[in-house]
């Protein structure tokens, strides 16, 4: 699968995930441009991202209508947008705090919607466009103690839903994918005593995302894909 010639904007693309779906890109001919947030995150990029000319990075908060806007003003037209930028946080419904509640919405749904929007205001819709969003299994297979993460996971999933029903007549597709627990370094510190068999090794959620970005997948919109290993 070639994308050689396209350019895919990636939110997020310096985190675990983030870098393998760069890294993933990048191997099948992209430029790809990508947000990060923390800083350290730059010093843990491989040999494959950080020596590459086609692999660009950029500070963005995605939470900010003009920061967003401008970021895409400076790319140009997008061929994929793959938004994986995201947080997540648990605990019982009665301590969630009005804060904690409105910082999940904003770093999962709202960075999603503004990057959705700006996508869709620069794709051709007689060209190639592929929009993949990231949710979440937990969003559909309900897990107590996530009701703020899990609410704005389900809100990007219905958005990429009505987004796939206004872009139905035209070239551009909008589907989601939803991992379960990733095999993530973060993800084995939190949980050294579990089964990480069991987990979603991040290049195969890069692979999933590839083959919904591909020319193969125009009759796919608005799917959300589980993306379960063995959960």
């Known amino acids: 699968m070639s994308f050689e010639n396209k350019k895919v904007v990636v939110t997020g693309g310096t985190g675990a995930v983030g870098r393998a779906v760069c890294e993933a890109f990048l191997k099948a001919g992209?430029?790809?441009?990508?947000?990060?947030?923390?800083?350290?995150?730059?010093?843990?990029?491989?040999?494959?991202?950080?020596?590459?000319?086609?692999?660009?990075?950029?500070?963005?908060?995605?939470?900010d209508e003009r920061s967003v806007a401008t970021w895409y003003a400076n790319i140009g037209r997008p061929d994929v947008v793959a938004n994986i930028a995201g947080g997540f946080s648990m605990g019982p419904f009665a301590e969630i705090s009005s804060e904690d509640w409105q910082k999940m919405q904003a770093v999962n749904l709202t960075t999603?919607?503004?990057?959705?929007?700006?996508?869709?205001?620069?794709?051709?819709?007689?060209?190639?466009?592929?929009?993949?969003?990231?949710?979440?299994?937990?969003?559909?297979g309900r897990t107590g103690g996530m009701a703020a993460y899990t609410t704005a996971k389900s809100g990007v999933i219905s958005l990429t839903e009505a987004l796939a029903e206004e872009t139905l007549l035209q070239k551009?597709?909008?589907?989601?994918?939803?991992p379960t627990i990733m095999d993530t370094p973060a993800n084995r510190e939190a949980m050294p005593d579990a089964d990480f068999d069991a987990w979603?090794?991040?290049a195969?959620?890069?692979?999933?995302?590839?083959?919904?970005?591909?020319e193969s997948a125009w009759h796919i919109t608005g799917?959300?894909?589980?993306?379960?290993?063995?959960?």
């Open 30 to 63: 992209a430029d790809v441009y990508s947000s990060f947030v923390v800083d350290a995150e730059l010093e843990n990029l491989s040999p494959a991202l950080s020596e590459s000319d086609r692999f660009h990075t950029e500070k963005v908060d995605l939470t």
């Open 200 to 202: 979603v090794p991040t």
């Open 172 to 178: 551009i597709t909008v589907n989601a994918v939803l």
């Open 204 to 214: 195969n959620v890069a692979e999933t995302i590839l083959f919904l970005s591909g």
């Open 223 to 231: 799917a959300a894909v589980p993306l379960r290993g063995h959960l």
């Open 112 to 140: 999603c919607f503004l990057s959705c929007r700006e996508a869709l205001r620069k794709m051709d819709p007689n060209g190639h466009g592929r929009i993949i969003n990231v949710a979440a299994w937990a969003a559909v």
